[in-house]
């Protein structure tokens, strides 16, 4: 599905559910995820056997794939990427850094977010506005969490650029229901990209298969764009 929303110079590989035969993984990636539920050691393999079937559609080898600094995955040298995983689905985006800046892709299931503490907390005014706009005209899109879903892949995006948190208030999202598009406003400095400060991101979205996921390609020629 991710793979619909990005352009071809970035490989994608996903799982709808883990494998009966998991994954074999690195010694480090395993000493990573030894202590970890049965049921994250599952998701971890699966994501990295996403990542390894991506890599390989770039020409590379397999490689271990471990989280570094908040979770972000560090990526072979040369290589951008993002990955993504919720419940029965799974999935990996790369690219080389000469093709593209910087990917984020999430993924989460299509229900609304738990309550209303949890929608104050990651949106803005001006976006709970919005939301109350869109679900009246599509009642059957659950908007919260595809909201929730691009300031994820947002972060995503950001992080490997600046190597600084962004908050929930600190981008707006506007999502266009009818070209499958969303684009965030940073609220705060963007990172200097090609030579340009970047203000913003542009990404797309779907709703298929009891999810919704959103993704952000950002490459030299589209920086300019989003600034």
Same mark, same amino acid.
């Given at each position: 599905?991710?793979?619909?929303?990005?352009?071809?110079?970035?490989?994608?590989?996903?799982?709808?559910?883990?494998?009966?035969?998991?994954?074999?993984?690195?010694?480090?990636?395993?000493?990573?995820?030894?202590?970890?539920?049965?049921?994250?050691?599952?998701?971890?393999?699966?994501?990295?056997?996403?990542?390894?079937?991506?890599?390989?559609?770039?020409?590379?080898?397999?490689?271990?794939?471990?989280?570094?600094?908040?979770?972000?995955?560090?990526?072979?040298?040369?290589? @951008?990427?993002?990955? *993504?995983?919720?419940? #029965?689905? !799974?999935? $990996?985006?790369? +690219?080389?850094?000469?093709? /593209? =800046? %910087?990917?984020?892709?999430?993924?989460?299931?299509?229900?609304?977010?738990?309550?209303?503490?949890?929608?104050?907390?990651?949106?803005?005014?001006?976006?709970?506005?919005?939301?109350?706009?869109?679900?009246?005209?599509?009642?059957?899109?659950?908007?919260?969490?595809?909201?929730?879903?691009?300031?994820?892949?947002?972060?995503?995006?950001?992080?490997?650029?600046?190597?600084?948190?962004?908050?929930?208030?600190?981008?707006?999202?506007?999502?266009?229901?009818?070209?499958?598009?969303?684009?965030?406003?940073?609220?705060?400095?963007?990172? @200097?990209?090609?030579? *340009?400060?970047?203000? #913003?991101? !542009?990404? $797309?979205?779907? +709703?298929?298969?009891?999810? /919704? =996921? %959103?993704?952000?390609?950002?490459?030299?020629?589209?920086?300019?764009?989003?600034?």
């Amino acid at each position: 599905m991710i793979e619909e929303l990005l352009p071809k110079t970035v490989a994608v590989a996903e799982a709808f559910g883990d494998p009966a035969v998991p994954l074999a993984l690195f010694a480090e990636e395993a000493a990573y995820v030894a202590r970890s539920v049965p049921a994250r050691q599952a998701e971890f393999r699966t994501v990295r056997a996403c990542a390894r079937e991506a890599l390989g559609q770039l020409g590379l080898a397999p490689a271990p794939i471990l989280p570094g600094t908040r979770g972000a995955p560090r990526w072979p040298a040369s290589v @951008v990427g993002s990955m *993504t995983h919720c419940a #029965g689905y !799974r999935a $990996a985006a790369v +690219a080389f850094a000469e093709d /593209v =800046v %910087t990917v984020g892709v999430d993924a989460e299931p299509d229900r609304p977010l738990p309550d209303a503490d949890v929608l104050e907390a990651v949106t803005l005014p001006a976006e709970r506005v919005m939301l109350a706009g869109l679900a009246a005209r599509r009642p059957d899109i659950s908007w919260d969490r595809l909201l929730f879903s691009a300031k994820e892949s947002v972060y995503k995006a950001w992080y490997p650029l600046t190597e600084r948190p962004l908050d929930f208030d600190e981008a707006r999202i506007t999502v266009d229901p009818e070209s499958g598009g969303f684009s965030a406003r940073l609220l705060v400095p963007g990172p @200097v990209v090609a030579g *340009t400060r970047l203000t #913003g991101f !542009r990404g $797309a979205w779907l +709703a298929r298969e009891g999810l /919704v =996921v %959103t993704a952000i390609a950002l490459t030299s020629d589209n920086a300019a764009e989003s600034a």
